[in-house]
T-cell receptor, first 113, second 117 residues
Framework: GNSVTQMEGPVTLSEEAFLTINCTYT??????LFWYVQYPGEGLQLLLK?????DKGSNKGFEATYRKETTSFHLEKGSVQVSDSAVYFC????????????FGRGTSLIVHP | DAGVIQSPRHEVTEMGQEVTLRCKPI?????LFWYRQTMMRGLELLIY????????DSGMPEDRFSAKMPNASFSTLKIQPSEPRDSAVYFC???????????????FGEGSRLTVL
C-alpha cells in the first residue's frame, strides 16, 4: 500500500536560515506528490505539487523535486521567515490507492526572529 | 469564491451527547472527504464520497460514527454517543473530479474542534 514518511519535528530555525524537510514514500502505480501547509487554527492548503519524476514543484519560495530513484520529495526553502511557521504535510496519490491521498504525520516548523 | 465551509468551528459537549458536524463543499466539486486530526494519530481519513455516494468508510472508528451526504452541497458527520476520546479537530475537504486524474488537489475547510468532557 501507499505510505509517506516525514522527518519528525519540530524543526526550529532562525529567520533567513535554510530549510529542508525530508519526505520519502512508497506507492503502487505512478504517484503524484504534494506538500500541504497548515497554519495555526486553519485547514491544510496546497503548497506545491509534482506529477511525474524529475518535476520540480515551487511556490512562495519553497521547492521540492520528485526523485523517483530515491522515492523522495524533500521540501526546501533558501531563507525562511517567521511567517513560515506552520505544520507541513507531505502527501501522495496514485492509481494504486484509488487516488485517495495518503498523508505523512506532518512536520512542525518554528522560525524565530 | 467561497471555500469549504464547516460548522461549528468549536463544539464542547458532554460524554454521551450527540454531535453533528456540517460541511458545505466547494460548488462543482464532486468528491468530499472527512478527516480527523489528533496529536497522537495525525491526520486520519474517516470516509469519502464520490457524487454523494459513500465509497470507503473503512476509516470510521466505530458504529458511533456516521456520515451522510444528501446532496452535492451538504454533508454531515454525526457522533452518537460521543466519548472523550473523540476529542479532535474534524476536517472536511472537497475535490473536483477525483479519480479521473492523478493530479487531484484537496481543498480543506478550517475544521471543527470538538471537545468531549
Amino acid at each position: 500500500g501507499n505510505s509517506v514518511t516525514q522527518m519528525e519535528g519540530p524543526v526550529t530555525l532562525s529567520e533567513e536560515a535554510f530549510l529542508t524537510i525530508n519526505c520519502t514514500y512508497t506507492a503502487t502505480g505512478y504517484p503524484s506528490l504534494f506538500w500541504y501547509v497548515q497554519y495555526p487554527g486553519e485547514g491544510l492548503q496546497l503548497l506545491l505539487k509534482a506529477t511525474k519524476a524529475d518535476d520540480k514543484g515551487s511556490n512562495k519560495g519553497f521547492e521540492a523535486t520528485y526523485r523517483k530513484e530515491t522515492t523522495s520529495f524533500h521540501l526546501e526553502k533558501g531563507s525562511v521567515q517567521v511567517s513560515d511557521s506552520a505544520v507541513y504535510f507531505c502527501a501522495l496519490s496514485s492509481s494504486g490507492g484509488s487516488y485517495i491521498p495518503t498523508f505523512g504525520r506532518g512536520t512542525s516548523l518554528i522560525v524565530h526572529p | 469564491d467561497a471555500g469549504v465551509i464547516q460548522s461549528p468551528r468549536h463544539e464542547v459537549t458532554e460524554m454521551g451527547q450527540e454531535v453533528t458536524l456540517r460541511c458545505k463543499p466547494i460548488s462543482g466539486h464532486n468528491s468530499l472527504f472527512w478527516y480527523r486530526q489528533t496529536m497522537m494519530r495525525g491526520l486520519e481519513l474517516l470516509i469519502y464520497f464520490n457524487n454523494n455516494v459513500p465509497i470507503d468508510d473503512s476509516g470510521m472508528p466505530e458504529d458511533r460514527f456516521s456520515a451522510k451526504m444528501p446532496n452535492a452541497s451538504f454533508s454531515t458527520l454525526k457522533i452518537q454517543p460521543s466519548e472523550p476520546r473523540d476529542s479532535a479537530v474534524y476536517f472536511c475537504a472537497s475535490s473536483l473530479r477525483w479519480g479521473s486524474t492523478p493530479t487531484g488537489e484537496l481543498f480543506f475547510g478550517e475544521g471543527s474542534r470538538l471537545t468531549v468532557l
